[in-house]
């Protein structure tokens, strides 16, 4: 069974929270995570997922919705009695204290004893392998390492829910990838349901089971990674998550089947189920296919085909700039070495395919 299809562990019901401006900042915002989920919220700055994040926290209080944690509606609950882990961009961690110190300072608030404090301590610092470390000072570690510290201060406390809020964007891009792999590896093993929020695609493909992805305020689509990558529901998600090329075209439903016309010149022809419900003859659709699944082949008079404009060698794949009949350019990304990049010569006219499979399509 798929953590999605098992019963929520939260439910965020038609959430929303509207700062008087133009439009709600997060509107009626709806979807679930189940128990052990590592879920992220993922968009442009301003999308409202921050927002989100500090609802489910307690932090702000929705104007409408409800977040359900145990079939309990918890908005009306201060930050303190829900029982969450919570990890923003600055680490916050206390300049003054140990290690040991700074993680044991929410076992203090809740009064635990020292034997147990010490043992719980020890523990987190084993989960973010930072044993040994517990006698340093802030200081006294990297960027990767205060960034444990932060995550075993809230996971000691023994959450219900850990909060991450962006907490890799303090990080240079090296440290940004270890610690990628290293949060996920904490979370697949204390099983704690996550709640990621971040800007970053690529960490959101990488670390999360499900990815909402937000915009304006609203949910554009949730699903896993290999969903959102390759069957996005909407052109802002096709846009966001990875690149796109779009490519204007007119639907055909003739009697030889339907047929995609970019200046007259045909598309892969487009699968039924795949068109937009309402798309009939002569609708104005845009097709949505990925660089990697363009290939290319010489011009045999048939499909599409365009001009090559330039190509760029960036390590593991060759960028091909190319320039359709009407003016549209779209990038195709080749192997090194392979037939297709010995034809993608600038000022080449190449045929262009990619499977149906490959291809999304919109409305205009």
């Known amino acids: 069974m798929s953590l999605a299809s098992t019963p929520a562990h939260i439910r965020i019901d038609k959430l929303t929270f509207d700062y008087g401006g133009e439009r709600p900042a997060v509107d009626t915002l709806s979807f679930d995570i189940a128990k052990g989920e590592f879920i992220g919220l993922l968009g442009p700055s301003g999308c409202g997922k921050s927002t989100t994040l500090r609802m489910v926290a307690g932090l702000l209080a929705p104007t409408s919705g409800q977040i359900i944690m145990g079939g309990e509606d918890i908005v009306s609950r201060p930050p303190w009695e829900r029982n969450l882990g ?76 850990l909060l991450l809020d962006e907490p890799l964007s303090n990080l240079d891009a090296r440290l940004r990838d ?22 970053d695609q690529q960490e ?23 969903e959102i990558y390759d069957k996005p529901a909407t052109p802002f998600v096709a846009g966001f998550i990875g690149r796109a090329n779009s490519v204007p075209a007119t639907l055909s439903l003739g009697t030889g089947g339907p047929r995609l016309d970019h200046e007259g010149q045909a598309l892969p022809a487009p699968d039924l189920q795949e068109l937009p419900a309402d798309a009939g003859d002569g609708a104005k659709l845009a097709a949505m296919v990925r660089p990697h699944a363009i290939q290319l082949s010489r011009p045999d008079g048939d499909g599409l085909t365009a001009r090559v ?35 993608a010569q600038p000022g080449a006219d190449v045929a262009l395919t990619w499977r149906t499979t490959d291809m999304r399509i919109f409305a205009a």
């Open 204 to 226: 959101a493909l990488t670390m999360c089971d499900r990815i909402a992805v937000m915009n304006g305020g609203k949910l554009e689509q949730i699903g896993t990674p290999v």
């Open 178 to 199: 270890e610690m990628r792999f290293e949060i996920r590896d904490i979370q697949s093993r204390t099983g704690i349901t996550t709640l990621f929020v971040t800007h």
């Open 86 to 161: 919570l990890v923003f961009q600055s680490y916050a961690l206390f300049p003054h204290m140990t290690v040991a110190q700074n993680v044991a300072f929410g076992l203090r608030l809740r009064k635990v004893g020292k034997e147990e404090s010490a043992a719980r301590v020890a523990e987190a610092l084993r989960a973010v392998r930072l044993e040994g470390f517990g006698n340093r000072r802030p200081a006294e570690l990297s960027g990767g390492q205060q960034q444990r510290v932060a995550i075993a201060r809230a996971i000691v406390i023994e959450p219900e829910i």
């Open 309 to 343: 404009n330039r190509s760029v060698f960036v390590g593991s794949v060759i960028e091909v700039e190319l320039e359709l009949a009407g003016g549209q350019k779209l990038v195709a990304e080749l192997r090194p070495g392979s037939e297709e990049a010995q034809l």
